[in-house]
């Protein structure tokens, strides 16, 4: 069955730069969510998107931002990259429907230098 | 805010052997999930639970949603090494805008005894 994609798989990026997170959801998921999860700790929520529209907004630093679009593929944009963004990125997908499990996505680890 | 607490936090396995954690809240929840994450890979789910009372298995797996709402449990029955990795329960609080953000506990991570 067909998951939900990420990608890159690895990004090592320097301070101050940009990077860009890439999630292709499960087929006919219309329903995406970010969390970011430092070394031994759980995952955090970041934002979740809800049919191209945000849905909600956990601890997201105002320097990243995301949007879902049409094909509801997401994107997470960071910017003024700190070194405490390294982090793994994932991304889950879920259906609209309330209660719906999140599938998670392999994740993206950023190292930031 | 509202917390997962997650217990225990580690614990090591011989093959063959049971294996049980659980979640407890002070808060209501709707949805318990169980998940297990290996090194660098996301979690994967393993079961759902969405009623109160209700029993799931998968496979060796047996969970159980608790009938307070504020609790579940995970029993891993005759484990392999493969059962290795970090178990995470995860919960869709009752009172909360979005159907999607979920609370998750710190995680049980199992190990292989030496």
């Not at chain 2, 093959?15 to 090194?39: A, H, R």
């Not at chain 2, 979690?43 to 608790?66: D, M």
Request: net charge neutral; with cysteine.
């Amino acid at each position: 069955a067909a998951g939900v994609i990420q990608s890159p798989r690895h990004l090592i990026k320097e301070k101050r730069e940009t990077a860009t997170l890439k999630c292709y959801p499960i087929p006919r998921h219309d329903t995406v969510y970010w969390y970011q999860q430092g070394p031994g700790q759980d995952p955090q929520f970041l934002i979740s998107f809800y049919e191209k529209m945000q849905s909600d907004k956990g601890s997201i630093p105002d320097r990243f931002s995301a949007q879902q679009f049409s094909d509801y593929h997401s994107e997470l944009n960071m910017s003024s990259l700190e070194l405490g963004d390294s982090a793994l990125y994932f991304c889950a997908s879920t259906t609209g429907q309330g209660g719906s499990p999140l599938h998670f996505g392999n994740g993206t680890r950023l190292t930031v230098t | 805010g509202q917390q997962l607490n997650q217990s225990p936090q580690s614990m090591f396995i011989q093959e063959g052997e049971d294996v049980s954690m659980n979640c407890t809240s002070s808060s209501i929840f709707n949805t318990w999930l169980w998940y297990k994450q290996d090194p660098g890979e996301g979690p994967v789910l393993l079961i759902a639970l969405y009623k109160a009372g209700e029993l799931t298995s998968n496979g060796r797996l047996t969970a159980q949603f608790g009938i307070t709402r504020k609790d579940s449990f995970l029993n891993i029955s005759a484990s392999i090494p493969s059962d290795v990795g970090i178990y995470f329960c995860a919960g869709l609080p009752l009172f909360r805008g979005s159907q999607g953000n979920l609370i998750f506990g710190k995680g049980t991570k199992l190990s292989v005894k030496p």
